[in-house]
């Protein structure tokens, strides 16, 4: 990860720097750099048109008084900046930098501590690699920063500011980890050696093998497990950081370390990006790191149920039918719809143990949000009306962003079985919501929500955060959510 070090904002004699300015008169090092090097900065701004929009950058090449390269990064109009916009030029930043080496220096001296300390977060965000299997540097790559020197007025005060953002950009690289590793790198029980490592941090984790979760009565989570000789495992994480006694916070992640689709099996084109069908169990992991290393002033439980979907003799077939850890029993119509069925139990089992204030699970769980939203949202399902209105100005707040979907009573008609309670499919048209609906007949009326991040957990290119890759959705939204609403 990269190393943010805070400094006094002093011009430094040289060498490459990026300066985060605005559209206002840029004073402080800007002026001084520019002053040194004869106005070269506000030449070449003007030259290019360069109007400090947010997060657009403008190289200045060698200008002058020992400075290699001078990058201009917009901040758009002052009034309006926030943190996350804040975030948006840190990462702008970082990418310019890596291009010509392995430190850089940051000039956040326009901002408030708190900003410069975002600003950091960004830059830390935007630097991520997952370079784990790589043996040789790839030609024409940029750079890996290392370190990066991030000068403000005030070192102390966004050092401060700083440490709890460093915990998140940690459970954010954790997600990111994650969600990147081959699936045969990261099945069940090597995912659960993961997980164990945050007891490091302070985090409780107890673990469930397969004999245990059979005399809980998990038939659908061992009913998709079935399947493949890689054992499955339910895996629960306790941060105690509030008052004693007091219900906890409950985040619930599908971990579906690959999904081949059973026996109703996926074409064969993208079935290597079935890897990410855990995403929404990183991004639990993730947050409960996240939480514990910044020591939040609340009690959290994570829950993840973690199986594998594969094809053997002995794999769930179309038409069987299984029985829930809620008593409920469940046609299964199609062995492609399995997180729903992974999710099933493992949201009973921690409404039903742990009686949490909410429960959020997230989940890769259909194709049709994709369709519905894209990949600029994840779906927001939710029982209530104020944890859906805490997600969504969180989501807004951090650019995690989602939107909400409907949970008509009407779409349940849509899931009843000939033969059993529920099948777990129920037709093309609204994919996404009777999935949704399906996942909440399992919730108990707790209040909860299921956040849909199919198309949002990996992307094809370059975000306003993240490199191309596993995004760590959900990990930003989740601890500030909690952080804005619950902790304390």
Request: hydrophobic share 45%; glycine share 12%.
């Amino acid at each position: 990860m990269l190393d943010i070090a805070f400094s006094d904002a002093t011009a430094p004699a040289g060498g490459t720097i990026a300066i985060l300015a605005s559209p206002d008169a840029p004073a402080g090092v800007f002026a001084q750099v520019d002053a040194a090097t004869g106005g070269a900065l506000a030449r070449a701004a003007r030259a290019a048109r360069f109007g400090f929009e947010l997060a657009k950058t403008c190289v200045v090449l060698a200008p002058g008084a020992g400075y290699d390269r001078v990058i201009l990064v917009g901040l758009g109009v002052m009034d309006e900046l926030c943190a996350t916009q804040a975030e948006r030029a840190g990462v702008a930043a970082a990418r310019a930098l890596a291009q010509g080496g392995t430190q850089g220096t940051i000039v956040a001296d326009s901002l408030s501590p708190g900003f410069a300390a975002h600003a950091a977060l960004g830059a830390v965000l935007g630097s991520y690699r997952f370079d784990s299997y790589r043996t040789t540097p790839r030609k024409g790559e940029a750079g890996k920063l290392a370190t990066v020197s991030v000068l403000t007025a005030d070192p102390a005060a966004a050092q401060a500011a700083w440490q709890p953002l460093l915990a998140v950009a940690r459970g954010v690289f954790l997600c990111r980890d994650l969600v990147s590793e081959p699936a045969n790198m990261l099945r069940p029980p090597e995912f659960e050696q993961r997980i164990l490592a945050l007891r490091d941090l302070g985090v409780e984790v107890e673990v469930l093998d397969r004999d245990a979760m059979h005399k809980l009565g998990f038939g659908a989570l061992l009913g998709v497990a079935q399947g493949s000789d890689a054992p499955p495992r339910t895996v629960i994480m306790r941060w105690n950081g509030g008052t004693q006694g007091e219900a906890p916070v409950a985040f619930v992640g599908k971990g579906v370390t690959f999904d081949s689709g059973g026996i109703s099996i996926k074409p064969a084109a993208g079935m290597d990006e079935m890897k990410t069908d855990m995403g929404g169990a990183a991004a639990v992991v993730g947050t409960m790191a996240a939480l514990a290393g910044r020591k939040a002033k609340v009690n959290a439980v994570g829950v993840v149920g973690l199986v594998e979907n594969m094809l053997s003799g002995n794999a769930q077939r179309p038409g069987d039918v299984v029985r829930t850890a809620a008593g409920q029993t469940v046609e299964v119509l199609n062995t492609d719809a399995e997180g729903r069925l992974v999710l099933a139990d493992v949201l009973w089992y921690t409404q039903d143990r742990f009686k949490p204030r909410f429960m959020v699970n997230l989940a890769t769980l259909t194709g049709a949000i994709v369709v519905s939203l894209g990949v600029e949202r994840a779906g927001l399902f939710s029982n209530n009306d104020e944890l859906a209105g805490h997600l969504s100005g969180t989501g807004e707040a951090t650019g995690e962003k989602l939107w909400r979907m409907p949970l008509d009573a009407a779409y349940l008609e849509l899931l009843r079985s000939d033969i059993a309670d529920l099948k777990n499919i129920g037709g093309r048209p609204g994919g996404s919501i009777t999935a949704a609906k399906f996942l909440e007949c399992f919730v108990n009326d707790v209040p909860w929500a299921h956040l849909d991040i199919a198309g949002t957990v990996f992307s094809s290119r370059a975000t306003s955060h993240a490199p191309k890759g596993a995004t760590g959705f959900g990990v930003r939204l989740l601890d500030r959510l909690v952080s804005t609403h619950y902790e304390g």
